[in-house]
């Protein structure tokens, strides 16, 4: 089970950042990945990590501004948002797979766990 918050209201140019607790014991093994959606449209691939991935790739649109990191310790990981735009509100959901290989990091239809979302929203 994930549960991805921490999301709100902020100004262009402020920083954010969003937790995913997950439950369980084998958290580790997981690819872990957050996306993000706008209303009706598809869901976007942010960033993430492939199964015992150490390090996070990331959409172009949001290269340099966010960073994924996780905490293997604590379950949980973390989108640390910087300078961001009114084109960063969405809806921010993070997902897991245990089955998740490089070439399919970017798809959705490749996770079977998700959060329940949380908004974020960028205005001034």
């Known amino acids: 089970q994930l549960q991805a918050f921490g999301g709100g209201l902020v100004h262009p140019g402020d920083s954010l950042r969003l937790s995913c607790a997950a439950s369980g014991r084998t958290f580790s093994a997981y690819g872990m990945a957050w996306f993000r959606q706008v209303g009706g449209k598809e869901r976007e691939f942010v960033g993430g990590?492939?199964?015992?991935?150490?390090?996070?790739i990331y959409a172009d649109g949001v290269k340099g501004r966010f960073t994924i990191s996780r905490d293997n310790t604590k379950s949980t990981m973390y989108l640390q948002m910087d300078s961001l735009t009114p084109e960063d509100t969405a809806v921010y959901y993070c997902?897991?797979?245990?089955?998740?290989?490089?070439?399919?990091?970017?798809?959705?239809?490749?996770?079977?766990?998700w959060g329940q979302g949380t908004l974020v929203t960028v205005s001034s």
């Open positions: 997902a897991a797979s245990l089955t998740i290989i490089y070439s399919s990091i970017a798809n959705p239809s490749a996770y079977a766990y």
């Open positions: 990590f492939n199964r015992g991935g150490t390090n996070a």
